[in-house]
């Protein structure tokens, strides 16, 4: 799963109160659903602030009509920042480059004047799967990044438990079957040039 936020820069227009557009996703990418929306809130957009969708629309409506307004008029909180964001994830359909669009994006006011912003566009780029054990991002080797995203996943619980997921071997830096902070400390030695188990390569 990856997290897309999509930031607005509305300096000069403090009174917006409604943000609509169009989500179209391509092959082999699916929206994952939030607790509360198939959309996540941000600070600048908090209750009574709520997204709304065509009627009988899912996660896998392709594309996807949304709104994001409030029935009391509150305004964007704010300038600049995140104003809501997405989760997708891929599948093997995916082809190798392709684009997210957010079209038919417009900003209304509660006087109900309304413009057009332009279109959001969002290239996604496949990656071959990670085959060396700790390189969680992908890159061909074993970096700080990649011992912050064990360590986050550790924490999280979002790591693979199925031995069977290609990625649990990632996962599992020292081979031993478990992934646990072991394994965090087997990257970190990986990440500093040395084998998994401490000693000199």
Known sequence: EYQIDITLNNEGVSNISAISGTLTLPTGLSLVSGDESMFIYSERTPAPWEFSYPEGATVETNPLNFLLSS???ALVSGTEGIVFSFKVKADNAL???SEISISNL???TPAGKSALAPDVTITVTKK???TVPGDITGTGEVTDEDVDVLID???DGTYPTDPSDPMFAIY???????????DA???FNLSMGLNADGTQK
Do not use: C, Y
């Not at 599992?172 to 072991?182: P, Q, Y």
């Open 153 to 155: 996943a550790l924490l």
């Open 106 to 108: 417009r900003l209304s």
């Open 185 to 187: 400390q087997a990257a």
């Open 172 to 182: 599992d830096v020292n081979g031993d079957g478990e992934i646990d902070i072991a």
């Open 71 to 73: 029935s009391q008029n």
């Open 128 to 130: 071959a799967a990670p």
């Open 95 to 97: 082809t190798d480059e």
